[in-house]
């Protein structure tokens, strides 16, 4: 087989993976083999871990199957390197191959829900401290009524913003591999 190789380890309890990217294929482990021409559009997430831990994936969409390509390293981990390396070759060439597929970025739209839920669960929150504060304000020792009205202040504010950013009824905003890769790009540097 001939073509680029990237070789990386999708976490620390993973081994070493090599993907091989040759004119209109991608190779994985396991006999993974994508046409890259028949790819119809897929996800990059990049989601902060914990700990200084960045994890990216790559979906490939096509038709009804789904190859993930992820890898959970720091930011300037070796093997976050060779997997954003990777990522940025396969949606070069998705670009030439297959301009018309529709990627979203951390688009997911589990991830979605699940924040949007968190969101709802603040906003849920905030009547519960505001009561909490209203029950103090006369009599009461100390700071609680101000630390409850600025924690259901927060709670409000913060899961407003969140329930609205991962509103899951929204359509997806789409992009187009060219605008992916710069994307990918941005995170290299």
């Known amino acids: 087989m001939t073509g680029q190789f990237f070789t990386f380890s999708r976490s620390s309890f993973h081994r070493q993976e090599t993907w091989t990217l040759e004119a209109e294929q991608l190779h994985g482990p396991n006999d ?7 790819v119809t559009g897929g996800d990059f997430m ?3 871990g914990q700990h200084g831990i960045k994890n990216n994936a790559l979906r490939l969409d096509r038709g009804s199957e789904r ?16 997997h954003l390396d990777l990522c940025a070759a396969v949606i070069e060439k998705l670009s030439l191959l297959a301009p018309q597929a529709r990627f979203t970025i951390n688009g997911d739209r589990q991830l979605i829900w699940i924040f949007f839920i968190v969101g709802l669960g603040m906003l849920m929150g905030a009547p519960m401290a ?3 504060a209203w029950s103090y304000r006369e009599g009461a020792p100390g700071d609680e009524f101000e630390v409850l009205l600025l924690a259901a202040a927060l709670l409000l504010m913060i899961g407003g913003a969140i329930s609205y950013k991962y509103f899951p009824w929204r359509s997806p905003e789409w992009k187009k591999p060219t605008e992916v890769l710069e994307f990918i790009r941005g995170l290299e540097t």
């Open 67 to 82: 190859i993930e390509i992820a890898c959970s390293d720091t930011e300037a981990g070796s093997q976050r390197k060779a």
């Open 32 to 38: 993974v083999v994508v046409d890259l021409s028949s």
């Open 130 to 132: 505001a009561f909490g």
């Open 46 to 48: 990049d989601i902060a």
